[in-house]
């Protein structure tokens, strides 16, 4: 299908992108890569009068690594990160979520930010954001730049804390600690379909128990979902099969996910402990503790 009639700017700094949304707020929607809006815009499911195209402003593409955290920008591409020495040394989660995402072909234009943006509750990056409580930086041209925590940015289908008047910059997220496992799991009907779930897991583990634990979820609600019952449960437990047992049940426990062709309630409370639990079970393997 042909896509609706927009005005169309590509402006090449960050100042001229915000003028641009100040000047048509809830009219506009940011480009950053569009392999979710331009599906939207094709289908009719987003109708904006004015398009802003990020792809070529300066400095939202940078990757870095700091003192504990790494600064990935919001245009920096899904397959540039998934190929970054750096995210794979000090993020391994968001390594191993990298993959999952569609096709090659959908993360070369895709961007992180893009995603984090799009806030889809399936997709797998604002999962990783929640698990590794990562901060997001926003910037307007009136009140300047904010950071929002990974836990407030994401607020419903579809929607985040950003204001029309303002652009993602940059995600700011924790480097991996010592003595910390990670894992990413997913069920989908093919490689590179929208998971119907997927599981996150961070397990940090100091003599021989569980000293810390974040497990998010993706696909289960209208927003990745934190499961701090199940995570209290872990913590101080020794790494056995019983304990990740219980935080798996304990983490599908009262979910609400919703039914569709792809599968009932039912089967995806099933997919979030089963995922949960085989998810903490590699993470531990990782660091060479066998449950």
Do not use: C, W
Request: hydrophobic fraction near 45%.
């Amino acid at each position: 299908m042909k896509l609706p009639p927009f005005a169309y700017f590509a402006p090449s700094t960050l100042e001229e992108t915000l003028a641009l949304l100040r000047e048509h707020g809830d009219e506009s929607k940011l480009l950053a890569g569009g392999q979710s809006l331009v599906p939207l815009l094709a289908l009719r499911l987003a109708r904006p009068s004015v398009l802003v195209d990020l792809g070529h402003v300066a400095g939202l593409d940078h990757l870095a690594a700091g003192e504990g955290s790494v600064t990935i920008g919001a245009m920096v591409t899904e397959r540039r990160a998934e190929r970054s020495e750096v995210v794979g040394a000090q993020l391994p989660l968001l390594a191993e979520a990298m993959p999952l995402i569609g096709h090659q072909a959908i993360r070369n234009r895709g961007t992180v930010g893009g995603s984090i943006a799009h806030a889809d509750p399936s997709a797998e990056l604002p999962a990783v954001a929640v698990a590794l409580e990562a901060e997001m930086v926003a910037e307007s041209a009136q009140r300047g730049r904010r950071t929002i925590p990974a836990e407030s940015f994401f607020q419903g289908f579809f929607t985040t804390a950003l204001e029309p008047d303002e652009v993602l910059v940059e995600l700011r997220l924790p480097a991996g600690e010592s003595r910390t496992g990670v894992a990413f799991e997913e069920a989908a009907r093919r490689h590179g379909d929208f998971a119907m779930v997927g599981a996150a897991v961070v397990l940090r583990v100091e003599s021989d128990r569980i000293a810390d634990a974040r497990i998010a979820l993706a696909g289960v609600a209208d927003t990745p979902l934190r499961r701090p019952e199940a995570e209290r449960a872990l913590r101080g437990e020794e790494v056995t099969a019983e304990a990740f047992e219980d935080a798996a049940t304990a983490a599908a426990r009262d979910l609400s996910p919703p039914s569709d062709l792809h599968g009932t309630a039912a089967y995806r409370r099933h997919l979030a402990r089963v995922l949960v639990r085989r998810a903490l079970v590699r993470a531990a393997q990782r660091l060479g503790v066998s449950p």
